[in-house]
Each structure stands twice: as C-alpha cells, then as structure tokens.
C-alpha cells in the first residue's frame, strides 16, 4: 500500500515536470516574432480548480472555519491574504522573473503599466494546488495556466495562446509562500521560452 502511495505521488509529480512543455493552442508563435514588450493581465477563471474541493469557494470555506476554531480571526486573515497576495506578491514576482531572463541578444520585457504597448500577455490562471509542510513531509505548490497574446487594441485578434502550461513550485513555508514560488517558476519558464521561440 505504502510503495503504491509513493509511486502516485512520484508519477504526479512527473506529470507537472512533463507539462512545462508549452504547447500551442491558438495562432502561431510566428505571429509574435520579434515584438520585446508587453503589458501584461492576470486573471482568475471563474471556475478556478482546486484539487479535493468541488470550487474555491469550498476551499476557502474549508479553510476559512479550519482556521477560526484553532485562532479566532486567522481565518478572516487567511481568506484575505488568499486574494491580496495575487497582486502584492504572486504576480510581481512572475514579472520580476520573466523580466531577469535574458539571452545575448534578446530579451523581452513585461510590465502590469505599460499602457501603450502594442501587445498583451493575457495569463489566465486555471488550477492552484497549495502543497502542504507537515513536520517530515511537504509537497510543492502546484499551478496551472494560459498565456495568450493579442494586440492591445484588437483583444479578439488570438496571435498566439498556449495549451495549459503546468508547473510547480518549491518546497517548504507556508501555503502563501510555496504558492509564489510557483508563479516565480512560470514566469521563468515561459521568459525562457519565449526568448528562445520569438
């Protein structure tokens, strides 16, 4: 029983090392050849998966009423903090990642303020897995989604989307902390990959 509960777990995690293949699904990345600036957009689907719960909602329940009847008021703090983090400090690091990566002669560059650029990134965040940190044992935070890429002034106009890109983080701290390693890690990983591509 105990080998067949590992061998899960080693599979899924292989399963996100695999999925950071990124894949097209929309457009052709030859349509953003050459373009070194965006404005980037971060949304949330509507319907955000969780894994164990039926919708965040629930998992906020879960974790809303787990934390008040340890600490009264944690779990108004955590419910909070769940949200604010997203943009005081998931999504600035997925910038501050995509931006450090560079090649000799490439590089392209990000910002949430760049109202006059041509371009938009568009990620659209589908799945978030916390991972946990109980005394011996951890697994990382795992994450899910999109990135499209239209023309700021024609978001209809696909230029280039991806299949879901499928990425974890690291171990270790909290459920906030392991959260934003894994948006640090997909912001590296497709700077690398749209560097090298475009």
Not at 33 to 60: A, C, H, M, T
Not at 170 to 197: H, I, M, N, Q
Request: glycine letters at 6%; hydrophobic letters at 30%.
């Amino acid at each position: 029983m105990g080998k067949n509960i590992l061998l899960l777990v080693i599979l899924g995690c292989s399963a996100f090392l695999q999925g950071q293949t990124i894949k097209t699904d929309q457009g052709a990345i030859d349509k953003i050849r050459g373009i070194n600036n965006y404005k980037v957009v971060f949304e949330y689907d509507p319907n955000l998966k969780i894994p164990n719960y039926d919708s965040e909602e629930q998992f906020i329940k879960y974790q809303f009423q787990k934390r008040e009847n340890k600490n009264y008021g944690s779990g108004e703090e955590f419910k909070r903090l769940w949200f604010e983090n997203r943009k005081e400090r998931y999504e600035p690091l997925f910038i501050s990642e995509f931006n450090k990566f560079k090649l000799k002669k490439r590089q392209i560059v990000i910002s949430t303020n760049d109202d006059q650029s041509e371009y938009t990134m568009l990620v659209n965040v589908k799945f978030i897995y916390p991972g946990y940190n109980v005394t011996v044992f951890e697994e990382k935070a795992k994450l899910e989604a999109t990135i499209t890429i239209y023309r700021t002034s024609e978001p209809e106009n696909i230029l280039f989307s991806t299949k879901n890109i499928r990425i974890h983080g690291k171990p270790g701290g909290d459920e906030f902390d392991r959260v934003e390693t894994a948006y640090g890690e997909l912001g590296r990983w497709s700077s690398k990959y749209f560097c090298r591509k475009t």
